[in-house]
């Protein structure tokens, strides 16, 4: 289970689209397999799923995800990686 910190000052949504992005960045939720459903969700981050919706908007407006009627939230496209520079 994923912890969410609820007093932070990261909404927990925001921490839910991290860890999402994360998860597709590194290839454990590949492009055309399906984020893990609400129910999933809510069982692994223990918040509502109006939060959840939430989440799943931030990565749909970053286009990494698609929403497709009935079936589920699907994986566009891989973050472009971070750059530092170091």
Sequence with gaps: ????????????????????????ADGSIPVGRAIPSLVEQEREFGVARDTLRKAAKVLRDEGLVETVSGMGVYVTRVPEPTRSDS
């Excluded at 289970?1 to 597709?24: C, F, H, K, N």
Aim: proline share 12%; aromatic share 4%.
């Design 1 to 24: 289970m994923s912890t969410i910190d609820r007093e932070g000052p990261v909404p927990p949504y925001r921490q839910i689209a991290d860890i999402l992005r994360q998860r597709i």
